[in-house]
């Protein structure tokens, strides 16, 4: 993984309707996506980007992941 990606887990709770937390592979300011990988799923189910997005973090938690 390059320099300016990083694996975070989403762990946010206090979703106002039931929703699932996936794991998102983000720039290492959390502020540009590349990729996620859908909950309940492992790292080879990874959906990349063809180009990064914008990623709001407003109002969720996450932990960053060893990697």
Request: aromatic share 14%.
């Amino acid at each position: 993984m390059a320099n300016d990606m990083a694996v975070f887990r989403e762990t946010t709770s206090n979703w106002t309707v039931p929703q699932k937390n996936h794991t998102y592979i983000l720039s290492p300011n959390k502020e540009w996506m590349y990729g996620y990988v859908p909950y309940g799923k492992s790292g080879k189910d990874a959906v990349m980007l063809k180009n990064r997005i914008r990623f709001d973090t407003r109002y969720r938690t996450f932990t960053k992941l060893k990697g």
